[in-house]
C-alpha cells in the first residue's frame, strides 16, 4: 500500500449504508478535511450522528431503498465510495457497479483505499494503518502519538514554518536551510523558548538561529 493525503474538498463522496461504520467514517472525513466536502449517503436508515450532521448541513442523506436504485446513476461521478451496508450480497453488488468507473471504493480488502486511524492535532496529521491485522493496536498508537503533540510542538510548527519562509528570503542554500531547521529542532534552548507565548519564543529562537546558525 501506499499512503497518501489526498485533498477530497469539492469532491463527490458517496457512502452507502447509514449504520455505525458509515458514521465513523463519515466523521473521520469530516475532521480530517475542510469545507467544500460533497458527501452523499445513501441508506434506508440512520444513526441519529449522521441525520445530526444531516441537520447541520455537513453532509446529504438519501433515504432509499438500494435494491430498488439504479447503482450506476449513484456510484456515476464519484470521487470515493465507502461500502458500509450491513448485507454482503448488496455490497458485493455496489462494488460491481463502482468497478465500471474511475472511483476509489473503500471495502474491506476488496476496495482500493484503506482509511487509517488519524491523528489531526496541533496542526499534524498523521495516520495509522496496520494493514488490517490490528485495529486495536492502531487505535492504541493513536492514543499514544495524540499525547505526545502539546502545546509546545504545536509551537514549534508554527515557528518552523515561519522560519522556512525567513531562512528562503535569507539563504539560497536549500541544504544549508535545512540543516538549520533540523539544528532548531534539537536544541535545547529552542525547546525552552517555547515556555513563552509563541510570538515571543519566535522572536527568541530567530535570535538563537541568527547567533549560532545563520
Known sequence: MLPLYVDVSGKRIVVF???????RKICQILETDG?????????????????????????????????????????????????C????????????????????????????AFMSS???????????????KGPAMAR?????????????????????SNLRRYLKEKIKDEKRRREILNSVLSDPECWAALDAP?????KLILQIVGDRYA
Not at 17 to 23: I, R
Not at 38 to 57: A, C, H, M, N, W
Not at 85 to 112: M, P, S, W
Not at 198 to 202: G, L
Request: glycine share 10%; proline share 1%.
Open 118 to 132: 488519524v491523528v489531526n492535532k496541533g496542526g499534524f496529521l498523521i495516520s495509522i494503518s496496520t494493514g488490517g
Open 198 to 202: 509563541v510570538d515571543a519564543a519566535e
Open 35 to 83: 469545507a467544500g466536502l460533497d458527501v452523499q449517503v445513501y441508506s434506508l436508515d440512520f444513526t441519529p450522528r449522521i441525520e445530526e450532521l444531516r441537520k447541520k448541513g455537513e453532509i446529504q442523506c438519501f433515504r432509499c431503498d438500494l435494491w430498488d436504485q439504479n447503482l450506476e446513476d449513484l456510484v456515476k461521478g464519484a470521487f470515493l465510495i465507502l461500502i
Open 140 to 160: 492504541y498508537m493513536k492514543a499514544k502519538i495524540s499525547a505526545l503533540i502539546a502545546d509546545k510542538e504545536e509551537k514549534m510548527l508554527l515557528i518552523q
Open 85 to 112: 451496508t450491513g448485507d454482503e450480497t448488496l455490497n458485493n453488488r455496489i462494488l460491481k457497479e463502482a468497478a465500471k468507473f474511475d472511483a476509489l471504493v473503500n471495502y474491506r480488502h476488496d476496495g482500493d
Open 17 to 23: 449504508g447509514g449504520g455505525a461504520v458509515a458514521e
